[in-house]
């Protein structure tokens, strides 16, 4: 693969992140009253610098308005970080898309800490997200692409692997197994709650295991691979599982956005794995012009 197809797979990466984030906010929310509406934390600010009582301000109209439109500003924000991605090359601004692309990378850390507080603090939310937050970052970084730089080689495999381990702890039920994953196995393999789980146990392992077999020389390809295919399958049976033949419309539009932004969790994989195979002779610059 050539230099403008690999540069190309890390900006259609960064565009699936974006754009799959930016109709999920638009259309179903996302995760910021975990925060906004935590009595704990917000009571000081709310009572000390606001002047406002708790009740009053947990049951404001334009405080439940607010919230809801700053949700709708950082759909935006990600409709065009994914834009300026996706046309990195054409965009000839410089610092306009730097600054879509680093607020949309700020803006994916911020959604991940508020899924992290709003699954009661489960961290493994937060490095889950690591292969989202990358893709972004090499863009708005302008990395150089070189398949002889190992430090960038090893970098992306950390990454990939902190999306990877965390997956599979919790397909094994370590903390615990996530009740979606059990019924999207029971709706894709027609099996019952215990081989599913089974089943989920095995893949778990294989996910912790391949993503450190990742970092072995002589079996990197093989991890790589396996994490490829991994990584679109599970992107793909969010939209598979939730397809419903008698309503295509609101089951598309409730499932696909899942699969996009998990695109890239086949992606990132893949580019490491062209690296490794040294088929590009030259660093790959990413233009920030």
């Not at 910021?32 to 600010?45: G, H, M, N, Q, V």
């Not at 000390?48 to 405080?63: G, I, L, R």
Request: hydrophobic share 55%.
């Amino acid at each position: 693969m050539n230099k403008p197809k690999i540069i190309s797979l890390v900006k259609i990466c960064a565009f699936a992140v974006f754009i799959g984030r930016a109709y999920q906010l638009y259309f179903f929310g996302g995760p910021y009253r975990a925060i906004l509406w935590d009595e704990s934390l917000l009571t000081p600010i709310v009572e000390d610098v606001f002047n406002y009582t708790w009740f009053e301000y947990a049951t404001s109209s334009p405080v439940n308005s607010w919230i809801e439109g700053f949700t709708k500003l950082n759909s935006i924000i990600f409709l065009m970080a994914a834009i300026c991605s996706l046309l990195w090359n054409q965009i000839k601004w410089q610092p306009i898309k730097r600054f879509f692309v680093g607020l949309g990378l700020w803006l994916l850390l911020l959604l991940a800490i508020c899924m992290v507080k709003d699954r009661n603090y489960d961290f493994l939310q937060l490095f889950e997200m690591s292969i989202q937050l990358t893709a972004p970052f090499l863009l708005w970084k302008g990395v150089n692409m070189n398949p002889k730089n190992k430090n960038l080689i090893f970098s992306l495999k950390v990454s990939i692997a902190l999306t990877f381990i965390p997956h599979g702890l919790l397909a094994m039920a370590i903390p615990y197994r996530p009740g979606h994953f059990i019924d999207m196995t029971i709706i894709l393999l027609g099996v019952n709650e215990t081989q599913a789980s089974q089943f989920l146990f095995m893949i778990g392992f294989l996910d912790v295991f391949m993503a450190i077999m990742a970092f072995v020389p002589k079996l990197s390809r093989y991890a790589l691979g396996y994490m490829i295919f991994w990584g679109f399958i599970t992107a793909f049976a969010r939209l598979i599982s939730g397809f419903n033949s008698d309503f295509i419309a609101s089951t598309l539009h409730g499932s696909t956005y899942l699969t996009v932004y998990r695109l890239a969790h086949g992606i990132l994989p893949l580019i490491v794995l062209l690296l490794e195979m040294k088929r590009v002779k030259q660093p790959l610059k990413i233009k920030m012009a």
